[in-house]
């Protein structure tokens, strides 16, 4: 059974860097065609895919974040880590982790339940 | 990068009747090599995650009733509830995953006429 969970601060001071993890199990982060995709969601907004890692520690990020995003992954630690600086009250919304199922589509089977980040000073 | 819209942006249906969400795509997500569309749908209820129900267009997810059903090709797509339930109640989004970033549709709220 394939579970992801994010945990991390639920407040942040604009600049500040945000840190979040995604524990997962049922599934190895080393295996093959696995990704773990990153999206977030403003209060009543939409989905915003933010970036995803890949099996081999190859990655992609939004363009508009790119010089903000980083996604690492610790693979005997079933995790994956988010961060993301010099944040902004913009940046407030629920951050999702994903697992992608199929190797070369990236449509998302199974995700976190989420963690909603506050951007406030 | 691909923009994904979706109409209507709300939907009001009665129980039992059929549910229509389109999502266009500004260009088409049809990968000639394998003839697969990369769309997929999700069902988001309030305080949840999104639900995966839809792949490759048209895929139904395990364990997705077989009321739920995807078409389309290139450009142009269509999600449709057959027979409503009060349980669909939830906003609906479309995804592209035919290149990055991968982009979902603004969301398509479906109520209970």
């Known amino acids: 059974q394939i579970t992801l969970k994010e945990s991390g601060p639920t407040l942040v001071k604009p600049t500040q860097t945000l840190t979040l993890t995604c524990t997962v199990s049922g599934f190895s982060l080393s295996a093959r065609g696995v990704g773990v995709g990153w999206i977030r969601q403003p209060p009543g907004k939409a989905l915003e895919w933010l970036g995803i890692i890949f099996w081999d520690d190859d990655d992609r990020y939004r363009p508009s974040l790119k010089n903000r995003l980083t996604i690492t992954k610790e693979n005997s630690k079933n995790q994956v880590v988010l961060t993301m600086t010099n944040m902004d009250p913009v940046d407030t919304a629920t951050y999702y982790c994903?697992?992608?199922?199929?190797?070369?589509?990236?449509?998302?089977?199974?995700w976190g339940q989420g963690t909603l980040v506050t951007v406030s000073s | 990068d691909i923009v994904m819209t979706q109409s209507p942006d709300s939907l009001a249906v009665s129980l039992g009747e059929r549910a229509t969400i389109n999502c266009k795509s500004s260009q088409s997500i049809l990968y000639s090599s394998n003839k697969k569309n990369y769309l997929s749908w999700y069902q988001q209820k309030p305080g949840q995650p999104p639900k995966l129900l839809i792949y490759?267009?048209?895929t139904r997810e395990s364990g997705v009733p077989d009321r739920f059903s995807g078409s389309g090709s290139g450009t142009d797509f269509t999600l449709t509830i057959s027979s409503l339930q009060a349980e669909d109640v939830a906003v609906y989004f479309c995804?592209?995953?035919?290149?990055?970033?991968?982009?979902f549709g603004q969301g398509t709220k479906l109520e209970i006429k």
């Open positions: 994903a697992h992608r199922r199929e190797d070369m589509a990236s449509y998302f089977d199974y």
């Open positions: 490759w267009a048209s």
């Open positions: 995804q592209q995953y035919y290149s990055t970033p991968y982009t």
